[in-house]
């Protein structure tokens, strides 16, 4: 969404630095040398929190969206049970569902797999969260921007989630029209961990298990908190 054709003509317009916004493996791009690429990771466990909180409050015109748009992959998408364990439980065991194929682990695989190449930085939710300051200079250094001393308070307060929060509709698709109460629905808590309520020790290892399993452990442990080396 929208379809191919007006999504391309939308970016060839553009006259600034483009910067475009994709959820696709790198095997679904045309991948290019002379491109930078930012990749953020999250635990699976927060990313299906979050998705559930994505679709549990998506309207009707979201959904028609998605099931009405030729081309789609998969059967039509419904929306998610009231409890988000039980739509964890479904994705973890059925292998990324409602998604298809285009699940988390191959996601996370493809980006991995070229984590060394000087055009790739791979970022993690934790890390942002936790050390914003630095997370933001270590882009800024990657990309290749100076950071204006003066303009540092006004990037440190936009890249808040309580301004993302108070200025949702200029973020979310067409400003939170496919949300029920509107964009401040889709920008919903930013935190992690929430599944520590109501996930169970069974339930936990079952998911510790499937990553490494599908990730290798480094790469597992990376997905978990940002670490890179394990142990570390």
Not at 128 to 140: F, T
Request: charge should be neutral.
């Amino acid at each position: 969404m929208p379809p191919r054709e007006v999504k391309l003509a939308v970016l060839e317009a553009q006259i600034h630095r483009r910067f475009i916004k994709t959820h696709l493996p790198v095997d679904a791009l045309v991948y290019s040398p002379e491109a930078k690429y930012l990749y953020i990771g999250r635990d699976g466990r927060d990313v299906i929190w979050s998705m559930h909180n994505h679709w549990l409050n998506g309207n009707a015109t979201i959904y028609a969206a998605i099931n009405d748009t030729p081309g789609r992959i998969g059967p039509p998408f419904e929306r998610p049970p009231a409890s988000a364990r039980d739509y964890f439980l479904a994705w973890l065991e059925r292998d990324g569902y409602p998604f298809s194929s285009a699940n988390l682990w191959e996601n996370v695989r493809s980006w991995w797999a070229i984590r060394d190449l000087p055009n790739i930085l791979l970022l993690h939710f934790e890390q942002l969260k936790a050390d914003m300051p630095g997370e933001i200079r270590r882009i800024a250094d990657f990309l290749g921007v100076r950071i204006d001393p003066a303009k540092w308070p006004a990037i440190m307060e936009h890249c808040s989630f309580d301004y993302m929060k108070a200025h949702a509709t200029k973020s979310v698709p067409l400003g939170g029209a496919f949300w029920d109460g509107g964009a401040e629905t889709f920008i919903h808590k930013g935190t992690n961990g929430r599944w520590r309520d109501e996930l169970s020790e069974a339930d936990c290892r079952l998911y510790e298990e499937t990553a490494q399993r599908e990730l290798g452990e480094e790469c597992a442990k990376w997905l978990t908190s940002g670490i890179k080396k394990a142990g570390f």
